[in-house]
């Protein structure tokens, strides 16, 4: 399981509980996440790369393995299924476009709605800007993302422990 943006391995705290009876079910964090490796340069965490790294855990873990990844995750995922398709039972992906359709949609989107709708992408690739509007009042944007007015339907799924769990990752250099 290949988490997304803002996330890291409990985020499927949920998912693992669930499967962990009839599967062998395993969280990432993925580089640069939590206690991983944390390359300096934003070249270290491309697509490519990422899926690589998936790529190695499969096959120390085994010979392949049904993927799941949502949002940013999910486009790990999509890379990992089309370079390593011998390591991929099933691919599940969430919140996340094949990589050629969001393409597609960046290209020839009207008046520019794709590009404006992930901006964000962009922000997350910039030095030192992400992190500390991320880090500022104690984290408060995790407060926002999850609880807030848009946060979760069901806000009771991340409890205050949860988010001390987020605010700690997110916290490490």
Known sequence: MVHGFPEFWYSWRFQLDHFKDRYRVVAIDQRGYGGTSKPPNIRDYSTTLLAKDLDDLIHALGDSAVVIGHDWGGAVAWQHALLYPDSVDRLIVCNCP????FSTLLQNSRN???????????????SCVPEAAISS?????????FWG??????????TQDDMEAWKHTFSQP
């Open 137 to 145: 009042d104690d984290f408060h944007v995790f407060e926002q993302h």
């Open 98 to 101: 094949h990589p050629a359709a």
């Open 149 to 158: 007015r848009h946060g979760l339907k069901n806000k009771e799924n991340i």
């Open 112 to 126: 520019g709605k794709q590009q404006s709708c992930s901006w964000y992408m962009l922000f997350f690739q910039s």
